[in-house]
C-alpha cells in the first residue's frame, strides 16, 4: 500500500531555514509535489519535481527561497526552504502521482498524500 512519510518540519525564525523529506513506499510514481495549507487558506502547490529527468515547478511565492530535490534510489523528494517568512507558516503535505507526466502542483493531480508536517516561522 502507498505510503507517503514527511518528516523535518518544526519552528524556526524568519529568515531561517528547514528541510522537508519525504519517503515513498512505492517507486512508480513519475511525479512528486510539495502542498501547504494554513489555517483558513486555501492549500497551495509549492513545488514538484519529475522523477525521470528533474524537471521542477515553484510557485511564485517561493521561488528563490525554496528547493526542490530527489534520490530516487531512495524514493526520497526534499523541500529545502532558506530565508523563511512568517506567512510560511503552515502544514505542508507531500504528495505523488502514478499516472505518467510531469505536472504542477494542482491538488487535483495528484494520487496519494501524506499526513503533513508542520512548520512554523515566527518575526
Known amino acids: 500500500a502507498w505510503q507517503l512519510v514527511e518528516s523535518g518540519g518544526g519552528s524556526v525564525q524568519a529568515g531561517g531555514s528547514l528541510r522537508l523529506s519525504c519517503a515513498a513506499s512505492?517507486?512508480?510514481?513519475?511525479?512528486m509535489a510539495w502542498f501547504r495549507q494554513a489555517p483558513g487558506k486555501e492549500r497551495e502547490g509549492v513545488a514538484s519535481?519529475?522523477?525521470?529527468?528533474?524537471?521542477?515547478y515553484y510557485a511564485d511565492s517561493v521561488k528563490g527561497r525554496f528547493t526542490i530535490s530527489q534520490d530516487n534510489a531512495k524514493n526520497t523528494v526534499y523541500l529545502q526552504m532558506n530565508s523563511l517568512k512568517p506567512e510560511d507558516s503552515a502544514m505542508y503535505y507531500c504528495?505523488?502521482?502514478?499516472?505518467?507526466?510531469?505536472?504542477?502542483?494542482?491538488?487535483?493531480?495528484?494520487?496519494?498524500w501524506g499526513q503533513g508536517t508542520q512548520v512554523t516561522v515566527s518575526s
Open positions: 504528495a505523488a502521482r502514478d499516472i505518467y507526466g510531469f505536472t504542477m502542483p494542482l491538488g487535483r493531480r495528484f494520487n496519494y
Open positions: 512505492e517507486y512508480s510514481y513519475s511525479t
Open positions: 519535481i519529475y522523477k525521470s529527468d528533474g524537471r521542477t
